[in-house]
T-cell receptor, first 115, second 109 residues
Framework: EAGVAQSPRYKIIEKRQSVAFWCNPISGHATLYWYQQILGQGPKLLIQFQNNGVVDDSQLPKDRFSAERLKGVDSTLKIQPAKLEDSAVYLC?????????????FGPGTRLTVL | KNEVEQSPQNLTAQEGEFITINCSYS?????LHWLQQHPGGGIVSLFM???GKKKHGRLIATINIQEKHSSLHITASHPRDSAVYIC???????????FGKGTLLTVNP
């Protein structure tokens, strides 16, 4: 079974530039998560989708971050414009559903460096 | 204050030693997760437990619901166990994961 795919794996941009990340979850997984992991910290949930609807985006900085999952399968996360403090690893995860016993499967992450 | 606290932050051990990593949480949970993250790699789920104890190979996870505390033990540690171990609690209506900051484990040969 293929895992969660993410691209690119690494991205270096200058502040005020835009960047987009892509995630393809495990086939059949209805729930998709985007996390931000700053060095030395645990992941922080940015947004959670159930199919193509947003379940939780309470910690997404909506003035600069946006995410979509138009067909309920793959998803993109965009930052526009980027700030220095956005340097982090962006992790995508998926689960079959969003129940208490549903395990989340994580992708390899995209490491973003903002200069 | 983070709702999920782990200790220690860093741990160095010699190969063969018994390792314990602790996790305390302050929120009501539906499950407690232990995850492993290798440098430059993604995150792998090790255990998901809501009561008692689970064992997988040399790894053992325990949880005490009354004390809001969980431990991850590694028996006969090996250098390949070197990684960041993260505790996460799921709860709330969306079973959202709240993560600890992680414990960096280094096992020297």
């Amino acid at each position: 079974e293929a895992g969660v795919a993410q691209s690119p794996r690494y991205k270096i941009i200058e502040k005020r530039q835009s960047v987009a990340f892509w995630c393809n979850p495990i086939s059949g997984h209805a729930t998709l998560y985007w996390y931000q992991q700053i060095l030395g910290q645990g992941p922080k949930l940015l947004i959670q989708f159930q199919n193509n609807g947003v379940v939780d985006d309470s910690q997404l900085p909506k003035d600069r971050f946006s995410a979509e999952r138009l067909k309920g399968v793959d998803s993109t996360l965009k930052i526009q414009p980027a700030k220095l403090e956005d340097s982090a690893v962006y992790l995508c995860a998926s689960s079959l559903s969003r129940g208490p016993r549903d395990e989340q499967f994580f992708g390899p992450g995209t490491r973003l460096t903002v200069l | 204050k983070n709702e999920v606290e782990q200790s220690p932050q860093n741990l160095t051990a010699q190969e063969g030693e018994f390792i314990t990593i602790n996790c305390s949480y302050s929120v009501g949970i539906s499950a407690l997760h232990w995850l492993q993250q290798h440098p430059g790699g993604g995150i792998v789920s090790l255990f998901m437990l809501s009561s008692g104890k689970k064992k997988h190979g040399r790894l053992i996870a325990t949880i005490n619901i009354q004390e809001k505390h969980s431990s991850l033990h590694i028996t006969a540690s090996h250098p390949r166990d070197s990684a960041v171990y993260i505790c996460a609690a799921s709860g709330g209506s969306n079973y959202k994961l709240t993560f600890g900051k992680g414990t960096l484990l280094t096992v020297n040969p």
